[in-house]
């Protein structure tokens, strides 16, 4: 029987604990990503987001001088805080494991919402570098587990990162987003088999 990576009915947003200027920021950050989800990248507003979170403006400013910057670290905080760093010791547990988080990820709420932003607001120039500046860094974090698998001889030492971020992310998003269908475990399975097989077409030619 085919097991489905099961669809989240609430958002994952992770609430930090900490003194008053901690919580301000976890409230702040995510009100912001709820602003962005139901109103957009161009109805983003921050006069909003200090009414959702119940501070001033001032104090929003203080921190995030551009709507730019707040979106950035919302959406950091909302991706870090749900695409955990692991190593099992496996490259192939180990990117299951990663492949399972995503399919999580864009199927919460918010999660599907920002995947769709970056599909349709691309012609806005700001929104499209801040978009691509965030993929950046999830393809920097997500090298880790390829670092670990050099180490233990389970993968070419120089390789094409961003073709190994388009293998790993790219068929999640279009099996869930552009053909609607479940993501289960055996796909995952097969996507992890087919990468390790494929190891070698991943190196950088000299």
């Not at 990248?41 to 400013?61: D, N, W």
């Not at 970056?118 to 499209?128: A, D, L, N, R």
Request: charged share 25%; aromatic share 10%.
């Amino acid at each position: 029987m085919t097991q489905v990576i099961q669809e989240t009915e609430q958002p994952e947003v992770k609430r930090r604990t900490g003194g008053r200027s901690a919580r301000v920021r976890a409230a702040v950050l995510e009100h912001a990503l709820f602003e962005l989800s139901e109103n957009g990248y161009l109805g983003f507003s921050i006069a909003s987001v200090a009414k959702r979170a119940q501070v001033h403006e001032t104090t929003i400013y203080r921190r995030w001088p551009t709507r730019e910057e707040l979106i950035m670290d919302a959406i950091s905080e909302f991706t870090n805080s749900n695409l955990q760093l692991v190593n099992f010791g496996s490259l192939a547990e180990d990117l299951a494991f990663n492949m399972r988080s995503i399919a999580n990820l864009i199927q919460t709420p918010i999660g599907s919402s920002l995947i769709f932003l970056g599909f349709t607001v691309s012609t806005v120039p700001e929104f499209k570098v801040l978009m691509l500046q965030l993929w950046e860094e999830r393809i920097r974090l997500g090298q880790h587990i390829f670092e670990h698998a050099i180490a233990r001889g389970e993968w070419p030492e120089h390789y094409d990162q961003y073709r190994v971020f388009s293998e790993v992310v790219g068929p999640i998003l279009t099996h869930y987003f552009l053909l609607q269908r479940p993501i289960s475990e055996e796909m995952i399975q097969q996507r992890v088999q087919s990468i390790l097989r494929d190891k070698d077409n991943f190196k950088i030619k000299d």
